[in-house]
């Protein structure tokens, strides 16, 4: 069979390429939509400092090393925000351990770590050259079974996932995170998976299930231009277009900057995470703290945020 | 480290540009790889190859947009390991799928075969590609160059798998009126 029409469209200009892959998540935009009041309820509630969990107990020097690998930067006065808590669940192959959950209430990133416990356990730590790394799925819905997620594609959810090389010990830590465009959901439940299983076929994660709270728990300030408005927090940003006919005129790797209270400016180019932007929304990961307090106003594509 | 910093990186022949372009943009072309070779060892071989060319060619290259640009090198790449994997043999799994869809409506093998620089269609293919409504070029990229499953393209648009299916029929019959008109094939 001549595959040469493969080579052809392999020659689509790069703006084409970008159009295609900014626009991935329309289905969870259009809902967003609907529901976008309630929606900024819930963050503008939110808007003054959260308090950070009491029990942030978790102080694992493995985690820090593996949060700050992601360029997020752990100093002593943010690590309590930084680190939350820990929830793992295990079989008798693995444990997944969910290190750290930030949630601003739309964004949520998590970082995890994985460990074998046993010989089909390394065999899956093994794979893609000893950077495992499992499909994830996500669902409010705990009646879901993994047969469930396979055959309904809507509910994967693995937005980025960086697998460090496993460490002497044998454990692996990766990032996932997730946009939340829907609702706040309050707790979901997330089931990895071995993506070279497919049917009905056992997985070396079977009964492997997080229940994750990821209510809103690190701050979120808002901005606002126009009718538009602007949430800021630690792990990143996100713009609501408001009733107006301005384009909310974003560019993923046009300018995002923080000027704070006196006067300097911060380029936060280098802060960017996945990213998505529509015509009505547009949301970023970040990999910097900034002191969101001294912040007094937010650019981002060509509009001031204050 | 941002897309400027990277290609300083590769100017400088600094061979952190290698490491940190992987750190940057690895889980990306993870996912485009694995789209087309369905295997992980296979996807971080392509990777590693997508990462070489990036290392030959920057300079004189200066991409706008590194993500795009390593896409389409890890896009190469696989195809490159793919067609090795199953030279001589027919169907070939998804990607023989999907070459049966282009053959059928886009262009005939004979027409194909007859093509020895498929660089001379780069300009006419993005008239097409230009010609298209967003949602039909969107649609039409995310499954023949990123090779998406229909029920994926179907589900991260938001669309129903019928309506995607009909919109790629639609566009590849487009494609060969416009190949076709000018001569092309």
């Known amino acids: ?306 | 480290m941002t897309d400027s910093e990277l290609i300083k990186l590769f100017g400088a022949r600094d061979e952190r540009a290698i490491s940190e372009t992987k750190l940057r943009y690895g889980a990306y072309c993870f996912t485009v790889a694995m789209n087309i070779l369905r295997n992980s060892e296979d996807a971080e071989e392509c990777i590693n190859d997508a990462l070489l060319a990036a290392w030959e060619r920057i300079p004189p290259d200066a991409p706008e947009n590194m993500q795009t640009y390593l896409g389409k090198l890890t896009r190469n790449a696989a195809l490159s390991i793919w067609r090795r994997q199953h030279a001589g043999k027919r169907g070939a799994g998804h990607i023989g799928l999907m070459l049966e869809e282009l053959s059928d409506a886009a262009a005939s093998e004979d027409a194909l075969d007859r093509i020895e620089d498929v660089m001379t269609f780069k300009e006419t293919f993005n008239r097409f590609l230009g010609s298209l409504k967003k949602e039909q070029r969107i649609i039409f990229l995310r499954r023949y160059f990123y090779m998406q499953d229909v029920e994926e393209i179907a589900s991260a648009l938001g669309l129903s798998e019928s309506k995607v299916k009909v919109v790629l029929h639609r566009t590849r019959k487009k494609l060969k009126k416009i190949l076709e008109s000018e001569g092309s094939l």
């Open chain 1, 1 to 306: 069979m001549n595959d040469k029409m493969l080579d052809i469209i392999g020659l689509a200009d790069e703006k084409y390429l970008l159009e295609a892959e900014e626009t991935h998540t329309r289905r969870k935009i259009r809902h967003h939509r609907k529901i976008s009041a309630g929606l900024i309820a819930a963050i503008v509630a939110g808007v003054s400092l959260v308090s950070v969990a009491s029990a942030a107990v978790y102080k694992s020097l493995v985690h820090k090393e593996s949060v700050e690998k992601y360029g997020i930067s752990v100093d002593e006065s943010t690590n309590s925000e930084l680190i939350i808590g820990t929830t793992s669940a295990e079989n008798a192959h693995l444990r997944l351990t969910a290190d750290t959950v930030l949630s601003d209430g739309i964004k949520v990133n998590m970082i995890f770590t994985l460990e074998a416990l046993d010989d089909e356990g390394k065999d899956f730590m093994n794979t893609n050259n000893k950077r495992p790394l499992p499909t994830m799925f996500y669902s409010t819905d705990l009646s879901k079974s993994r047969a469930d997620f396979r055959n309904d594609r809507q509910s994967k959810a693995l937005n980025m996932a960086n697998p460090s090389k496993l460490s002497e010990d044998g454990s692996c830590s990766f990032m996932f995170t997730q946009l939340f465009t829907d609702s706040n959901p309050g707790k979901i439940y997330l089931f990895p998976e071995d993506y070279r299983v497919t049917g009905d076929g056992a997985s070396v994660f079977d009964g492997i299930i997080l229940e994750i709270d990821v209510s809103k728990n690190i701050q979120v300030r808002e901005f606002t231009h126009s009718t538009n408005k602007l949430y800021l927090s630690r792990i990143g940003a996100t713009v609501i277009k408001g009733d107006n006919d301005e384009p909310l005129a974003l560019a993923t790797n046009g300018e995002f900057s923080v000027v704070y209270q006196d006067g300097t400016k911060e380029g936060l180019h280098d802060s960017y995470g996945y990213s998505i932007v529509q015509e009505d929304i547009g949301q970023t990961f970040m990999n910097r703290v900034i002191d969101l307090d001294k912040v007094s106003c937010v650019i981002w594509g060509s509009t001031e945020y204050k």
